[in-house]
């Protein structure tokens, strides 16, 4: 049993073969702060503030076959400005080291094989 933020694998077959589904307004639900996370203001009419991924949703799924849930939950998504220059997106090896701290991640075999080597031997 995968813990719940993790795609059980057969979920994971079925984004990979017909893609990730589009996603909503309404999956958003970290509306509340108006405060972009990257530079501590607020937002404007040219730069408004919008919700970020931290771990981006398709790297998200693809790479790591962590659930869409966990993806659009306030674990992951921040308020953050629009146009770049605040922009929010860990890499994958940043992404390795945050999920390295949690303690229900462990890479599943079905993730690419590049991606269970940055978490160590035992998962390659
Ligand atoms: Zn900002």
Redesign the pocket.
């Known amino acids: 049993m995968t813990h719940k933020n993790i795609l059980p694998e057969v979920a994971y077959r079925v984004f990979v073969e017909y893609g990730q589904p589009v996603r909503s307004p309404s999956d958003y639900k970290n509306e509340k702060h108006k405060i972009?996370i990257?530079?501590?203001?607020g937002g404007t009419k040219s730069n408004p503030i919008t919700n970020g991924h931290k771990t981006p949703y398709g790297k998200g799924i693809f790479e790591f076959s962590l659930s869409p849930e966990f993806l659009n939950s306030e674990q992951n998504v921040v308020r953050?400005?629009r146009r770049k220059?605040?922009d929010v997106a860990l890499t994958t090896e940043q992404i390795v080291e945050c999920l390295k701290k949690t303690d229900w991640y462990n890479p599943p075999p079905w993730v690419p094989k590049e991606i269970r080597d940055l978490f160590g031997s035992k998962y390659s």
């Open positions: 972009c990257s530079c501590g203001k953050i400005h220059g605040c």
